[in-house]
Nanobody, 121 residues
Framework: QVQLVESGGGLVQPGGSLRLSCAASGSIFSINAMGWYRQAPGKQRELVAVVTSYGTTNYADSVKGRFTISRDNAKNRVYLQMNSLKPEDTAVYYC???????????????WGQGTQVTVSS
């Protein structure tokens, strides 16, 4: 079984920073892309940032220049450094990994349970 566990969410004032972490564990043969998504109340889940196994990154326009995604391949972890946070960044943040549990399987998306980020004064 594969588990993705997020941590680091919380309440922060506008302009503040948070660092999210996500650890993938269990039966993992290979991980391709890892990324962060978010879902605000009443809205659809959206991509925040993604990083491939080669280190290529992609960001939503709304977070470019403020958020930084990074990855530790040896530890199967992905991080999201969030700076200059705004109230509109408030959402549940989910970690996603595109991975193969074993050598004979296809790459499949696995999701974490999410961590709440609230930006408010």
């Amino acid at each position: 079984q594969v588990q993705l566990v997020e941590s680091g969410g919380g309440l922060v004032q506008p302009g503040g920073s948070l660092r999210l972490s996500c650890a993938a564990s269990g039966s993992i043969f290979s991980i391709n892309a890892m990324g962060w998504y978010r879902q605000a109340p009443g809205k659809q889940r959206e991509l925040v940032a993604v990083v491939t196994s080669y280190g290529t990154t992609n960001y939503a326009d709304s977070v470019k220049g403020r958020f930084t995604i990074s990855r530790d391949n040896a530890k199967n972890r992905v991080y999201l450094q969030m700076n200059s946070l705004k109230p509109e960044d408030t959402a549940v943040y989910y970690c996603k990994a595109l991975l193969k549990p074993t050598a004979g399987t296809y790459f499949t998306d696995y999701w974490g349970q999410g961590t709440q980020v609230t930006v408010s004064s």
